[in-house]
């Protein structure tokens, strides 16, 4: 009847109700409950709770991937400072090709939105199988072609 | 544990504003749009979550926290979003991702729109 997916969305609406308004009377609880049903109804109807609108088979294994990428984001903000701040300021910025290899769109779409949350690299458009990349330093291209990032997102978006 | 939590939440603030500051300063140093882009994601992730933890420590309720975190959720899918729009739009309006020199041409963009 009801899937484990749209169970799923009623309880992160539904918790999202009660943390925000943080006032526990029954009638608050209950048009809470009331709202988060008809949310869950009209994503129903618009058949917009699937593996994209909701991807809950991710949260597991976000939970290896998420320190990782932050890790990342440190090392780079540091690498980024460090350029800002040089006097002499050479850059060696430019574009190039990544290849991607993930198979579903919303694995795609967490490599690039990766690659652009990390500082000294953003991603300027998204192929099915290859992303153009501009780094502030070329060798940021380098790293990612050598594809720890890639593998990284295509190991957490699981088989598909 | 008081004093240690306001020195941590002290140093997440002084070290984020400090960020911010830099990406400021990237942003008018940095020769051309796409790398002014690298500057300014320094204010959306490292400046932006610093602030918040910083923010976090401080929080007097746990409700005012999961407000605090959940702006860092939505800043975290957002960010990246907007930046890769701008990029690509600057892309496709054709500024060269290859040459920031060639994209610093003013005098000729105001001589193309007249």
């Keep these: 009847m009801v899937s484990a997916r749209t169970f799923s969305l009623f309880l992160v609406l539904f918790a999202t109700w009660l943390l925000l308004s943080g006032i526990w009377d029954p009638f608050l ?4 409950a009331v709202a988060s049903l008809l949310v869950v109804y009209i994503a129903h109807r618009m058949s917009v709770i699937d593996g994209e609108g909701h991807p809950i088979h991710l949260s597991w294994k976000l939970l290896t991937y998420l320190p990782w990428l932050t890790w990342q984001i440190v090392v780079s903000n540091i690498a980024v400072c460090r350029t800002i701040l040089s006097p002499s300021m050479k850059l060696d910025a430019g574009s190039g090709w990544v290849p991607a290899s993930q198979t579903t ?8 939105n990766s690659i652009t949350l990390t500082p ?6 998204v192929y099915p199988d290859t992303i153009q990349v501009h780094a502030l330093d070329r060798a940021g291209i380098e790293e990612l072609k050598a594809g720890e990032m890639n593998r990284r997102v295509r190991a957490m978006e699981g088989k598909a | 544990m008081s004093l240690a939590l306001d020195i941590l939440s002290g140093a997440c603030l002084f070290v984020g504003a400090v960020l911010m500051i830099v990406s400021a300063l990237g942003v008018i140093r940095l020769p051309d749009l796409f790398t002014r882009l690298h ?3 320094i204010a959306d992730t490292g400046g932006a979550f610093l602030l918040l933890i910083g923010m976090i420590l401080q929080a007097d309720s746990f409700l005012v926290g999961i407000k605090l975190g ?5 800043l975290f899918f957002t960010a990246p979003t907007a930046s890769h729009a701008v990029a690509h739009a600057a892309l ?5 991702p290859d040459d920031p020199g060639a994209n610093q ?4 963009a105001e001589e193309d729109r007249a």
Excluded: M
């Design chain 1, 105 to 112: 769109p919303v694995g795609l779409v967490t490599f690039a």
């Design chain 1, 29 to 32: 609880i209950a048009s809470g």
């Design chain 2, 39 to 41: 500057g300014a994601s």
């Design chain 2, 105 to 108: 041409g003013r005098e000729e």
């Design chain 2, 92 to 96: 496709i309006g054709g500024l060269s």
């Design chain 2, 70 to 74: 959940l702006i860092g959720i939505v």
């Design chain 1, 120 to 125: 000294g690299t953003v991603a300027l458009s």
